[in-house]
C-alpha cells in the first residue's frame, strides 16, 4: 500500500511541472524522419532505435534504413539519440521551429568492437550505458534466438553468452534446464539466476510433482524463444547492485517484441525439426562357439529367443512442428503487437511428447510528451506425455527396466496382448505403453508499466507484474504390471498453483557535476 501512496504523491508532484511546460509554449505535432546507415558497409540499418532525449518519442529504422514518427515538442532545440545493439550510440542535434516536417541528415552508425556505448536495460527499468555497468553485461539478440533450433529460450543460451553453464537434465521435451551464471554459490539454496520479462521477475522453480527419474519441469518452457526481443544476463557485482541478495546467482532479463508506428505487419513462420539418439549402448549378445546364443551361466537360448537389444524399442526418431504467428503495426501514439504460436514435439523415448499453445498481446500508449503506458499479457498451455526412467527411488522406470535387466527374453508382448515379466524391474515396453504418467500447465503472465520523464534529466518508471500458474500431474499404472511391488497397481495426483505479483518504483535523476568533463563527452552523473 505504501508504494501507491508514495507513486500517488510523486504523480501529484509532477503536475505543476507539466502545468510550467504546457504553459511556457505551445507543441507542435512535429514530423521526424530519416535514414540511418550501417558506418561498415554503406548499405541500411534496420532496427536502430531513434529516440528524442528527454521524451517519449521515438521509432525505429525499417528495413530500408528509413524511419519516421510524431513528437509533439514546443519550439527548440533537441538532441536524437541512436542505439543499436553491437553499434556505437549517436547522437544529432535538431532545432524545431514553424516547420511541422522536419527531415534530418543521415546518420552512419559503426560497430561497436568493445560494446561500452551499447545501451541495455537495467533493473532499475532505464537505459544504461553497458560503460557505466563494466563487463558484467552480455546481450542475445532475436536473431539469434530465432536461428536457433531450440524449443525453450534457456536452452537457447547454450553457447551465447560467456561464463554461462547451460545443462540439461534429460531428454525429456519438456525437461528442465540448469543455467549457472557465476558458479554455484549455495549448498542448500537454489543457485538458478533470477529472470524477469518486461520488468517482472517471474518464478522459475522445477517442481517434480512425479517420480520421473531425473525428469522435473522448468517452467521457462512455457515461453516461446519466438516472442523474445533480446536477452540481457547480468553477471558478478553488478546484478547484486541491481538488485540485492536474491540476483546472487545473477540475472537474465528478457524483453519481448513491440510494436512499430506505421501499417500492420504480418508475420508467419513455420519449421519442422528431428532428433535422434546419436550413440547407444552396448549391449550383451554373448555367443558360444557355435555361433548360439547363451545365458550368463553358459546355457544356450532357445532358438526363437536369443538376445534383445531392447534400445531397437525404446528409443524412435523424434519429429516437431512449429508455427508462429505475429501481427504488428500502430499510429503515432499508440502502437500494439500480438502472437499466437503452436508447438509439438516428441520425445526420443517412444510414447513421449509435449505440447504448447502461446498467445501474447503488447500495447503502448503515449499519453503525452512526457508520460507513457504500457501493458502486456501472455497466456502459455502446456501439455506432456511423460515416460518415467526410473532412479533411486522408483522401479518402474523403461531405462532402469533395460539397464539394470537381462536381455535374454523378447519384451514385446504375447498374441495375447501379454508382455512378459521375465527381468528384474519393470518391462520397459509395458512402462511404455501401458503406464499413463501426464503433466499439464496453465499460465499467466501480466505486466502494466508507467514511464514518466517530467524533466530532461528526471525518470521515473513504474511496473505492476502478475505471474499466475497452475499444474496438474497425474501418474497411472495399472494392476499385473511387470514392476516389482506394483502388483495391485498405482496412481498418484499432484497440483500446484503460484500466484506472484511485483511492485516495482525506480526513480533516477542524472545531472552532469563537471562542465569540463561533461565536454569532453564523458558525463559525471548522480543518479
Not at 32 to 47: A, K, W
Not at 355 to 362: E, K, S
Not at 478 to 490: D, N, Q, W, Y
Request: aromatic share 8%; glycine share 12%.
Amino acid at each position: 500500500m505504501r508504494y501507491r501512496y508514495f507513486f500517488l504523491a510523486l504523480l501529484i508532484a509532477c503536475l505543476p511541472l507539466w502545468g510550467a511546460t504546457t504553459a511556457s509554449a505551445q507543441q507542435v505535432a512535429y514530423t521526424l524522419s530519416g535514414e540511418v546507415i550501417d558506418g561498415e558497409t554503406g548499405g541500411p540499418l534496420p532496427g536502430a532505435n531513434v529516440s528524442v532525449q528527454g521524451t517519449q518519442f521515438g521509432g525505429i529504422s525499417s528495413p530500408e534504413g528509413t524511419f519516421s514518427f510524431t513528437a509533439r515538442l514546443a519550439p527548440g532545440t533537441y538532441e536524437v539519440r541512436y542505439t543499436f545493439v553491437g553499434f556505437r550510440t549517436e547522437t544529432q542535434t535538431i532545432t524545431l521551429g514553424a516547420e511541422e516536417a522536419v527531415t534530418l541528415e543521415p546518420v552512419e552508425m559503426r560497430p561497436d568492437v568493445l560494446g561500452i556505448d551499447e545501451v541495455v536495460v537495467t533493473g532499475t527499468g532505464l537505459p544504461t550505458e553497458r560503460r557505466e555497468l563494466g563487463n558484467a553485461i552480455a546481450t542475445v539478440d532475436a536473431q539469434e534466438l530465432e536461428d536457433s533450433p531450440s524449443s525453450s529460450l534457456d536452452r537457447a543460451l547454450q553457447g551465447r553468452v560467456a561464463g554461462a553453464q547451460v545443462q540439461q537434465n534429460s531428454g525429456n521435451p519438456a525437461g528442465g534446464i540448469s543455467v549457472r551464471l557465476r558458479g554455484t554459490s549455495t549448498v542448500l539454496g537454489d543457485a538458478q539466476p533470477l529472470y524477469i520479462i518486461d520488468g517482472v521477475i517471474i518464478n522459475n522453480d522445477s517442481p517434480e510433482l512425479l517420480l520421473l527419474g531425473g525428469g522435473a519441469q522448468n517452467r521457462l518452457v512455457d515461453i516461446n524463444p519466438q516472442d523474445i526481443e533480446r536477452i540481457e544476463v547480468v553477471k558478478g557485482a553488478a546484478a547484486a547492485a541491481l538488485y540485492g541478495s536474491r540476483a546472487n546467482n545473477g540475472v537474465i532479463e528478457i524483453f519481448t517484441k513491440r510494436g512499430q508506428q506505421g501499417a500492420p505487419r504480418v508475420s508467419f513462420t513455420t519449421r519442422v525439426q528431428t532428433e535422434a539418439v546419436r550413440r547407444t549402448l552396448d549391449v550383451n549378445m554373448a555367443r558360444n562357439e557355435d555361433g548360439q546364443f547363451i545365458d550368463n551361466a553358459g546355457n544356450v537360448l532357445p532358438a526363437d529367443e536369443g538376445r534383445f537389444d531392447f534400445q531397437d524399442f525404446i528409443f524412435e526418431r523424434a519429429w516437431g512442428t512449429e508455427q508462429n504467428l505475429s501481427i504488428s503495426g500502430g499510429s503515432e501514439t499508440t502502437t500494439y503487437a500480438l502472437s499466437g504460436a503452436h508447438f509439438v514435439n516428441q520425445g526420443i523415448v517412444d510414447g513421449n511428447d509435449f505440447r504448447r499453445l502461446n498467445a501474447r498481446v503488447r500495447v503502448e500508449q503515449q499519453l503525452t510528451d512526457w508520460a507513457a503506458l504500457s501493458g502486456s499479457a501472455s497466456f502459455a498451455q502446456s501439455t506432456t506425455t511423460d515416460i518415467p526412467n526410473g532412479g533411486l527411488n522408483s522401479n518402474y522406470g523403461a531405462l532402469t527396466g533395460f539397464i539394470f535387466g537381462p536381455n535374454t527374453f523378447d519384451p514385446r508382448p504375447n498374441a495375447l496382448g501379454q508382455f512378459p515379466d521375465e527381468g528384474i524391474l519393470a518391462n520397459p515396453l509395458e512402462v511404455q505403453r501401458r503406464y499413463d504418467f501426464d503433466q499439464g500447465t496453465n499460465r499467466f503472465i501480466g505486466s502494466a508499466q508507467l514511464d514518466l520523464t517530467p524533466t530532461a534529466n528526471l525518470s521515473i518508471n513504474y511496473v505492476l507484474g502478475l505471474d499466475q500458474s497452475d499444474q496438474e500431474a497425474t501418474a497411472f499404472i495399472p494392476r499385473g504390471t511387470s514392476a516389482p511391488g506394483l502388483g495391485e497397481g498405482f496412481s498418484r495426483r499432484a497440483e500446484r498453483s503460484v500466484l506472484q505479483v511485483n511492485n516495482n518504483l525506480n526513480v533516477q535523476y542524472e545531472t552532469a557535476l563537471s562542465p569540463r568533463v561533461a565536454s569532453a563527452g564523458r558525463d559525471a552523473s548522480v543518479r
